[in-house]
């Protein structure tokens, strides 16, 4: 009998990361979810089992090397695969004008989006690499397509993404391995809310991104 695939999610504790969780889970998915916030992250993880699927919760900073190595090879030592990873932890920095930027708000953005996802992609395509299949699905953003006022930093660090995500398709694809993006456009998450701190914000951030509110997707090679 066939075993369901193993996936993989960062950032799921919480927005898009959590649907995503749950979405693979209602599949019968083996699931993996991780974050920074071991509370959330054994609660999604129970209520998932609950529910019937398999889950794991593994603790994950996702900045930092020796913890993405040890996710991946928990997940590996846990399940003995890897089939998807849904690189989707992602933080949306200061919202402010570039002119009131500074240092700490870039660093704080690019650490989490493109290192994370570097590091990510790091060590789940050696493990894809090595059983010859596999898919990574990196989250971006359409405002790293289009850019939006006073998310600058954010909307750098997701173009950041949409080029790593070219770059490893390219290295992977002759492996088996696919690796897409994935951009949402407008979606109710905490760290919207965060962005668009008052009804006024939240207003004119949906009307400046109103073009923009869908799901498009980046494949690469075409």
């Known amino acids: 009998m066939k075993q369901q695939p193993v996936v993989l999610i960062t950032g799921a504790l919480t927005g898009i990361g959590e649907a995503t969780a749950r979405a693979f889970a209602q599949q019968k998915a083996r699931v993996v979810v991780s974050g920074r916030n071991e ?16 889950a794991e919760f ?3 900073d996702v900045r930092k090397d020796t913890d993405v190595a040890t996710l991946v090879d ?3 030592a846990r399940f003995g695969r890897l089939d998807v990873a849904v690189n989707n932890a992602s933080t ?3 919202s402010a004008p570039i002119v009131d930027q500074d240092p700490q708000s870039f660093a704080a953005a690019f650490d989490t989006n493109v290192l994370g996802t570097l590091l990510s992609l790091k060590y789940e395509l050696r493990a894809m690499l090595q059983q010859g299949s596999g898919s990574i699905i990196n989250v ?10 006073n998310v600058a930093v954010y909307a750098a660090s997701k173009h950041a993404v949409e080029g790593l995500t070219k770059s490893a398709a390219l290295e992977a694809a002759p492996g088996g391995v696919r690796v897409n993006a994935v951009a949402p456009g407008f979606t109710e998450t905490a760290m919207l809310r965060r962005i668009a701190n008052t009804p006024e ?7 400046a991104l109103r073009s923009s509110a869908y799901v498009t997707s980046t494949t690469w090679p075409m």
């Not at 509370?39 to 398999?54: F, K, M, P, T, V």
Request: net charge positive.
């Open 39 to 54: 509370e959330l992250g054994r609660a999604l993880s129970a209520d998932i089992a609950a529910n019937g699927a398999e």
């Open 58 to 60: 593994i603790l994950c």
């Open 74 to 76: 928990a997940t590996l």
């Open 92 to 94: 949306g920095g200061t």
């Open 140 to 149: 971006s953003s359409t405002v790293g397509d289009r850019g939006a006022p």
């Open 201 to 207: 914000k939240l207003k004119h951030f949906a009307k």
